[in-house]
């Protein structure tokens, strides 16, 4: 089969590969509505999805959804989420975006991106996990993974995650962002690893424009 030679023929046979290689990816982030997964990607900022999988059943136990986390004390919401990094500061956040679903959205997640990256604590990165994976809507995250295959396929040669998801976006259809995106992560973390990018067994190595064997 010929080497794709545009950025587009790139993605598109990343996205067929990845696509084989991860039938079942999906989001590592446990929820169990929209909230629980806008609360929880706020919280894995500098944090594992593990890390945060840890202390979110019982922060849910104690604020099952925005009306009632937009009433906790930061003191209590900081002992239940401290054991990830910057807990103090991501108290402050999920109890402000609490406190605006229930002013602005009656306690609902909504589902523009304009309306999204209007909450506190919440990025394009945020807002396109919650808008694919929760509201089944089109959106590419692009996190540290997805950002530096990106760069290492030459689908891109930019370094700002917005401008990267902007270059994606046209390459893969709307329906099929989110889980690409996933796919590039698991990809990420499990071969094309950033340290020692395992090419020997890599399934996108013999059109990878940075591949060393």
């Not at 609360?39 to 925005?66: C, E, M, W, Y």
């Amino acid at each position: 089969m010929a080497k794709p030679r545009s950025p587009k023929g790139r993605a598109r046979r990343t996205h067929e590969r990845l696509a084989q290689e991860y039938p079942d990816a999906e989001c590592e982030l446990d929820h169990e509505n929209p909230f629980q997964l806008l609360v929880a990607t706020i919280l894995s900022a500098q944090a594992t999805d593990v890390g945060v999988n840890k202390v979110t059943p019982g922060l849910f136990a104690r604020f099952g959804d925005a009306e009632a986390l937009a009433g906790a004390s930061h003191e209590e919401v900081e002992q239940l989420i401290g054991s990830l990094g910057l807990f103090r500061n991501k108290a402050k956040s999920i109890i402000k975006c609490a406190k605006q679903l229930v002013e602005r959205h009656d306690g609902r997640v909504p589902t523009s991106m304009t309306d999204l990256t209007a909450l506190a604590g919440v990025g394009r990165k945020t807002a396109n996990v919650v808008r694919s994976v929760a509201l089944d809507l089109p959106g590419l995250p692009v996190d540290t993974h997805v950002l530096r295959l990106s760069r290492l396929l030459e689908l891109t040669t930019e370094t700002d995650p917005v401008k990267v998801e902007y270059d994606l976006n046209p390459m893969i259809p709307a329906t099929e962002r989110g889980v690409f995106s996933l796919r590039m992560i698991l990809h990420g973390r499990r071969v094309c690893v950033a340290r020692r990018p395992n090419c020997a067994e890599c399934v996108l190595n013999d059109f990878c424009p940075s591949v060393q064997i």
